[in-house]
């Protein structure tokens, strides 16, 4: 005995207390394992824990009474004692009852586990419907964020208008300076409207002028054309009147520049001075 107690214990042998290396892999120290944790760590549900206390008071009869009949065997020729048998009867009833009390608990967390079941089956399908409506919002959220983008990048016509600067339609309307943006763009829209049908009057007026204008001009243009037919019969029927030979030529380069204004206008004043002297 002293022998063997002299040999140290290898299996017992801390790694710290070792003198041989630890166990190493490319030169990097094996991993030390984790300790096991317990069961009474791992399970937190009191009533786990009193299924685990039943099973553990079972094993515990269950090996007791093991321990009783294997330590009192029976056979033809040496039959256990009554007290024996009685001890063992009530050991082996007690051990029929943690049976009895560990089924019963069994029973019961089969039937929780099965309501816990469905309770979840129920709150998984609220959870997928709450998760599929999440869903359409997300794209209706996106449905009405691309179509904000679109308005706010769609060329309205109020942009290429060539409206007043803000600071000289608030100077002039100083009123309208706490209006809101959007309503001082219409009110700014509705001062480009009036301004620009002021226009439009003013230039459908100068349009009408311009006609009449037009018309007074044709209508001298006829009365001037008319002129040399009246110039002829004036010639033909007025008496010889000495006339310059300036005058021939003036006439002469009239009728060959057809119908021009300015020249006819200077013949027409030679020819009234001419008159006027031969009257004289």
């Known amino acids: 005995m002293e022998v063997l107690d002299t040999i140290p214990s290898v299996g017992m042998q801390s790694s710290a207390d070792s ?24 399970v937190t549900d009191p009533y786990l824990q009193s299924v685990l206390e039943t099973s553990t008071q079972t094993r515990e009869q269950t090996s007791k009474l093991l321990a009783l009949v294997e330590y009192n065997p029976s056979s033809s020729t040496n039959p256990p004692s009554r007290d024996t048998l009685l001890h063992i009867a009530r050991e ?16 019961n967390a089969l039937l929780d586990v099965r309501q816990t079941k ?11 419907r709450l998760h599929l409506h999440l869903q359409n919002l997300y794209y209706e959220q996106r449905h009405l964020r691309g179509e904000i983008a679109a308005c706010e990048a769609y060329d309205h016509k ?34 480009e409207h009036a301004e620009r049908e002021a226009l439009e009057q003013a230039r459908q007026g100068l349009l009408k002028k311009k006609q009449g204008l ?20 004036f010639i033909d029927v007025s ?4 006339i310059p030979w300036q005058l021939m030529a003036f006439w002469e380069e009239k009728r060959t520049a057809n119908k021009d204004i300015r020249l006819r206008n200077r013949f027409k004043r030679c020819l009234r001075k001419s008159t006027d002297g031969g009257m004289n």
């Open 19 to 42: 003198p041989y290396p630890r166990p190493t892999r490319n030169g990097i120290p094996s991993r030390q394992r984790k300790p096991i944790k317990k069961i009474s760590d791992i």
């Open 92 to 107: 082996q009833k007690q051990l029929h009852a943690h049976i009895a009390i560990l089924r019963g608990k069994n029973r």
């Open 118 to 128: 469905a309770l979840t089956a129920e709150k998984r399908g609220e959870v997928d």
């Open 158 to 191: 109020y942009l290429s208008l060539p409206l007043l600067p803000v600071k000289t339609y608030l100077s002039q309307h100083p009123e309208h300076a706490s209006l809101p943006e959007h309503e001082l763009m219409i009110a700014r829209i509705n001062h």
């Open 214 to 233: 037009i018309a007074g001009n044709k209508k001298r243009k006829e009365d001037l054309e008319n002129l040399d037919v009246h110039l002829e019969k």
């Open 239 to 242: 008496p010889v009147l000495p």
